[in-house]
C-alpha cells in the first residue's frame, strides 16, 4: 500500500546542487523515519543521511556540511538537498521509510556529477 517515488536526480557539474525528492503515498512521513541511501556500482548501499519522526537528523562523514535532509509534512515528502557535489557523489540514491511493522524503499534516481 506505502509507495515512495524519488525524483530530481540528474546530470549535475562538480560543485553543483541538486535536491531530491521522495513522494510517499498510502502512509505518512510525519510517523515515519526517513532514510536516504546510494549505491555506486560495485560498492555496497549506505547510508547517508536520516531524518526521524521528531526532526533529528544523521548524516554520513562524507556529505555532512553538504547535504541536508529535510520533511514537509503537508506535502508528504522528504528532501534531500545536495550542495557542493563531488564525482565520488555519483551513485543511484533511494528514499526508505522505516515503519513499526514493515520497510518500504523506492525506485532509486540516479545523480551523477561530472568532473
Known amino acids: 500500500q506505502v509507495q515512495l517515488v524519488e525524483s530530481g536526480g540528474g546530470l549535475v557539474q562538480a560543485g553543483g546542487s541538486l535536491r531530491l525528492s521522495c513522494a510517499v503515498s498510502g502512509g505518512s512521513v510525519t510517523n515515519a523515519a526517513m532514510d536516504w541511501y546510494r549505491q555506486a556500482p560495485g560498492k555496497q548501499r549506505e547510508l547517508v543521511a536520516a531524518i526521524s519522526a521528531g526532526g533529528s537528523t544523521n548524516y554520513a562523514d562524507s556529505v555532512k556540511g553538504r547535504f541536508t535532509i529535510s520533511r514537509d509534512n503537508a506535502k508528504n515528502t522528504v528532501y534531500l538537498q545536495m550542495n557542493s557535489l563531488k564525482p565520488e557523489d555519483t551513485a543511484v540514491y533511494y528514499c526508505?521509510?522505516?515503519?513499526?511493522?514493515?520497510?518500504?524503499w523506492g525506485q532509486g534516481t540516479q545523480v551523477t556529477v561530472s568532473s
Open positions: 526508505k521509510a522505516n515503519y513499526v511493522l514493515y520497510d518500504y
